[in-house]
């Protein structure tokens, strides 16, 4: 009995020695790591210069590469959240919070292991709450217990989607002067264009690492310092959309003029488009003879709040080149754009003029185009007279035309990374 009576206390003071010395043998602590980066207005782009970016980011790359040495760490979970501040549309800033979460997403992915499976992304789209959190942060705002009445009544009723007729923005920019929002815009409305990452580990007792033992020091010889170069932080440069249409004109094909036109978008609410229609039909016995064919370039600038949430959609306006010729003859006079058996050059007459038009979203990759212009038609015609197998010339005319000149009504398959209607079935 005595020796054990003296064995129990030492395997006692071990047992505690070893979890109070920083090994919780029972239970398991959550940890939470996380880092926030900020972006300019209305872009996604991950810049570094913008405020910490850098150091945060360099931060958190370090832990996922290093890991945890002193102790075991088991990932439960991760959660992305992107937002925007509240000036744009609604669509925007929806999308501007879903880029920014995935960018910030994808440049960690390089450094560490993000399991789909535990991974949770919240897109806030405008940060109503968040600016609540800051003007009650912020005693400097301008009629500051107002504007949080206001700021909560707003945020509380676009709970599960904000609707676009609430105008909440322009109310906002309204109130009280317009005192309270600049003072926000200039402020506090940079804080809001961020996402954050957030890693939850499980911290267990690793019963591989056992507290080290005290030894008697031994001297040993100065190793040369080696000094390592940290590795430079390229940013995550995701891939820029692409916008392009093909269509066709109905009203052409109507008429049996086959055509095709490309359209691309050039950034900035312009794009250029070219078109081409060719048609060349005839039955000599009845002098049925139908020829047509030429094709033009068109400069157009995009507007309105279609055209800022998607590319190559809604207003849009423009000016017009086209240069072409025709031969039109039923069985009775005929009338020919240019001169007889001359090359394109001398056959052309030139269209030139300027349009408006609307382009409509249809269907997922598909828009309805309705365009229509003025502008002025010149050039040589011949009129003739078809005789048995001969054509026979009567006047050569000039045509100085003008008025309506360009009308069309085009269906327009929308190519490209981006370039699809989300509200038409459009991926989300």
């Avoid at 800051?134 to 949080?148: G, I, K, S, W």
């Avoid at 040589?380 to 001969?390: A, H, L, S, T, V």
């Avoid at 050569?396 to 079935?425: A, M």
């Amino acid at each position: 009995m005595c020796k054990f009576s003296r064995i129990i206390p030492i395997i006692l003071v071990s047992v505690l020695t070893l979890c109070g010395g920083g090994y919780n043998c029972l239970s398991a602590k959550e940890v939470k790591d996380s880092v926030k980066i900020y972006f300019r207005q209305g872009y996604s782009l991950l810049e570094m210069s913008i405020r910490e970016n850098q150091e945060a980011l360099a931060r958190i790359a370090d832990s996922l590469e290093a890991g945890y040495a002193d102790s075991v760490y088991v990932l439960q979970k991760i959660s992305v959240i992107g937002g925007a501040s509240p000036e744009g549309s609604i669509p925007l800033n929806k999308r501007l919070s879903e880029k920014r979460a995935n960018v910030l997403f994808k440049y960690l992915s390089r450094y560490g292991e993000l399991p789909d499976s535990l991974t949770t992304f919240t897109f806030i789209g405008r940060d109503w709450w968040g600016l609540v959190k800051l003007v009650e942060n912020d005693p400097a705002v301008p009629y500051r217990e107002e504007t949080l009445e206001y700021l909560r009544d707003i945020a509380s009723r676009s709970v599960g989607g904000e609707k676009v007729e609430d105008n909440n923005v322009g109310r906002l920019s309204r109130f009280k002067g317009g005192a309270p929002y600049r003072y926000m815009y200039q402020n506090l409305f940079p804080e809001l264009r961020a996402s954050s990452l957030h890693l939850y580990y499980k911290k267990i007792w690793n019963p591989i690492k056992l507290p080290p033992v005290a030894a008697v020091p031994v001297p040993l010889p100065a190793a040369p310092e080696i000094r390592l170069s940290p590795l430079p932080i390229v940013p995550y440069v995701p891939k820029k959309p692409f916008y392009m249409g093909v269509k066709t004109n109905l009203l052409y094909d109507a008429l049996l003029v086959p055509n095709v036109g490309v359209e691309f978008y050039l950034g900035k609410n312009w794009s250029i488009a070219g078109d081409w229609m060719y048609a060349w039909w005839n039955k000599d016995r009845i002098h049925w003879y139908w020829r047509t064919y030429g094709g033009g370039l068109t400069l157009r600038k995009w507007f309105g709040r279609k055209a800022q949430e998607k590319p190559l959609t809604g207003h849009h306006v423009g000016i017009y080149g086209q240069a072409l010729t025709y031969d039109f003859e039923t069985g009775g006079r005929g009338y020919l754009g240019g001169k007889p058996g001359g090359d394109i050059f001398d056959l052309a007459s030139i269209n030139a003029g300027i349009e408006y038009g609307y382009s409509l979203p249809v269907a997922e990759r598909l828009n309805l185009d309705f365009t229509a212009g003025i502008g002025y038609l010149g050039g040589k015609y011949y009129e003739y007279i078809p005789m048995d197998q001969c054509y026979v010339w009567q006047v050569t005319k000039k045509r100085r035309y003008i008025g309506p000149t360009r009308l069309e009504v085009s269906l327009v398959w929308l190519i490209g990374r981006g370039n699809y209607n989300k509200d038409k079935g459009g991926r989300r």
